[in-house]
């Protein structure tokens, strides 16, 4: 069975700061990863799907890389602004996807 | 637009009856998804079909039982046999092939007392 785990579960940071949230998983062979966005009592918001031939992926203020050989993917979410608060999820493809339990980020203004 | 449409958005049941989530999609995907949310964990699969009159059951297909008629869409139904029902279920949709991204729909929260 795939293991997933998202370090850290929470974290609260001011508004303006860089941070980076970390995925790990127990098998290199994977087909792709994707990032999603949850907002309270919504759905998955796709951020960005990094596949397994590719070493990151960007869409404005996010950078997700993924490193096979380490089993570990970062997102990194520059300037935080109050609005990117949300529980974030990494989920890796391995023909079946395997969701993380995600981190809860807390922007403050 | 395209996208995914979960109905209702809250559902509330008594114990030991059965309930049926609704899951549309004009995606166009062949492949779609049942997941449970529960506080603190990761999706788990629930059923999934990647063409229409196929499905194979995922990791916690229990008590669930779903139906695959038309491409459009893939409703699940919680038995009286699924222990802890109460959670949050997504429905998602892919492009069948390894290569291909979920989409999500919002959800529908279950709530069984």
């Known amino acids: 069975k795939q293991e997933v785990t998202q370090i850290p579960a929470a974290l609260s940071v001011p508004e303006g700061e860089n941070l980076v949230l970390n995925c790990s998983f127990t098998?290199?062979?994977?087909?792709?990863l994707q990032w999603f966005r949850q907002d309270p009592g919504k759905g998955l918001t796709s951020l960005l799907l990094?596949?397994?031939?590719?070493r990151e992926q960007t869409s404005g203020r996010l950078n997700a890389s993924l490193d096979k050989s380490s089993g570990r993917s970062t997102l990194y979410i520059a300037a935080s602004q109050p609005g990117d608060s949300a529980t974030y999820l990494c989920?890796?493809?391995?023909?079946?996807?395997?969701f993380g339990s995600g981190t809860k980020l807390n922007v403050k203004p | 637009d395209g996208g995914i449409t979960q109905s209702p958005k809250y559902l509330f049941r008594k114990e030991g009856q059965n309930v049926t989530l609704s899951c549309e999609q004009n995606?166009?995907?062949?492949?779609m998804y049942w997941y449970r949310q529960d506080p603190g964990q990761g999706l788990r699969l629930i059923y999934y079909?990647?063409?229409?009159?196929?499905?194979q059951k995922g990791d916690i297909a229990e008590g669930y039982s779903v139906s695959r008629e038309k491409k459009e869409s893939f409703p699940l139904t919680v038995t009286s046999a699924q222990k802890n029902p109460t959670a949050f279920y997504l429905c998602?949709?892919?492009?069948?092939?390894?290569?291909?991204?979920?989409?999500f729909g919002n959800g529908t929260r279950l709530t069984v007392t």
């Open positions: 995606l166009n995907h062949d492949a």
């Open positions: 989920a890796f493809n391995f023909n079946k996807f395997y």
């Open positions: 098998d290199s062979a994977i087909y792709n």
């Open positions: 998602a949709s892919s492009i069948t092939g390894s290569n291909s991204p979920l989409h």
């Open positions: 079909s990647q063409i229409v009159n196929d499905f």
């Open positions: 990094i596949q397994s031939s590719q």
